[in-house]
């Protein structure tokens, strides 16, 4: 009896682990797919110094969820490899909600760097953000930009050097979303998932049926 009671009690266990899985993977959502959107142009420009004056991309999400964005910087061979890189926020009226920092020398000369932000807006709103140094010494970076007609990213509207907007200019950001998983994921995920279930289902069988023939 006690080897049926623990045969019953491990397949009643594999059965809810299964289903709570299953919950985790949908509704709650613990995974995630990512969404990538960048700019398709294979050229830049650079912007000034951005030291006392920063570099603003006005931009529209496209999903709630950022994990990173993505920023290219020219170091001036190797002139500005100082300081601290910093992300701010601030909404459509120009209210800042959140800084991001970025050590300058962990960054790429030249390429895009994603900087960790984990950041949940809100879709189809505008937002600012500008890029900026601190404790650069000499010389602060500069920041990449290029072409947003037919370049993108979607996401880009207008480009600032400090005040002044430049004209057909998006700068070179990657945004890299957290989204929900769809239709198709889910139900691989909770294919494997009950594989999974059936496969520790089966095993505890026949480790019942072994303790049952060594008596």
């Known amino acids: 009896m006690t080897g049926k009671r623990k045969k019953s009690v491990g397949r009643y266990l ?37 030291g006392e004056v920063a570099a603003i991309q006005e931009f529209v999400p496209q999903y709630d969820h950022i994990k990173s964005i993505g920023v290219d ?10 300081g601290t890189l910093f992300l701010h926020f601030f909404d459509e009226n120009l209210v800042e909600f959140a800084k991001v920092p970025q050590d300058i020398s962990q ?32 010389m602060p970076p500069v920041l990449h930009y290029r072409s947003l007609a037919g370049n993108g990213p979607s996401e880009n509207l207008h480009f600032y050097y400090g005040p002044v907007v430049i004209e057909d200019a998006s700068a070179n950001i990657r945004y890299i979303y957290r989204i929900p998983l769809n239709l198709v994921q889910i139900l691989f995920y ?26």
């Open 73 to 82: 910087i020219g170091k001036l061979n190797g002139q500005a490899n100082q």
């Open 107 to 138: 960054m790429r000369d030249g390429e895009l760097t994603d900087i960790p932000v984990d950041m949940v807006l809100e879709a189809g709103k505008r937002y600012y953000l500008s890029i900026q140094c601190e404790d650069y010494g000499d």
């Open 190 to 215: 909770d294919s494997l998932i009950f594989l999974l279930g059936v496969i520790i289902y089966s095993l505890l069988g026949k480790s019942d049926r072994g303790s049952e023939e060594s008596e």
């Open 14 to 50: 594999t059965a809810v682990c299964v289903v709570a899985c299953w919950l985790l993977i949908w509704p709650v959502g613990i995974l995630k797919d990512e969404k990538i959107s960048r700019t398709a142009a294979d050229y830049s420009q650079n912007t000034g110094p951005i």
